[in-house]
């Protein structure tokens, strides 16, 4: 089993920026693709952004240009660099592992809320 805990939200101006933290624990050698997945009120969950245990990486188009991920496996912890952010990027961040076999982990989420 996986744990993954996220940090990093809160309120930000539109336009700043933001970096958000996903510290896995338990079986991390298991876990393949890590990804950001966001929910804003009244819609369902979305892809932003994945990445390889080699470093390979897939963004959603909303993001594109504004959002980086990345990852330190020596440190089991993954990131998502969000600059120039807009009001419609307000929503929940969710963290999730995915590992080479067996079921995705989940963390709690974190709440990102830009302001116009």
């Known amino acids: 089993q996986v744990q993954l805990v996220e940090s990093g939200g809160g309120l930000v101006q539109a336009g700043g920026s933001l970096r958000l933290s996903c510290a896995a624990s338990?079986?991390?050698?298991?876990?393949?693709?890590m990804a950001w997945h966001r929910q804003a009120p009244g819609k369902q969950r979305e892809l932003v952004a994945t990445?390889?245990?080699?470093?390979?990486?897939i963004y959603a188009d909303s993001v594109k240009g504004r959002f980086a991920i990345s990852r330190d496996n020596a440190k089991a912890t993954t990131y998502l660099q969000m600059n120039s952010l807009k009001p419609e990027d307000t929503a929940v961040y969710y963290c999730?592992?995915?590992?080479?076999?067996?079921?995705?982990?989940w963390g709690q989420g974190t709440q990102v809320t830009v302001s116009s």
């Open positions: 999730k592992a995915s590992p080479i076999l067996g079921s995705d982990s």
């Open positions: 338990g079986t991390i050698f298991s876990i393949n693709t």
């Open positions: 990445i390889t245990r080699s470093g390979s990486t």
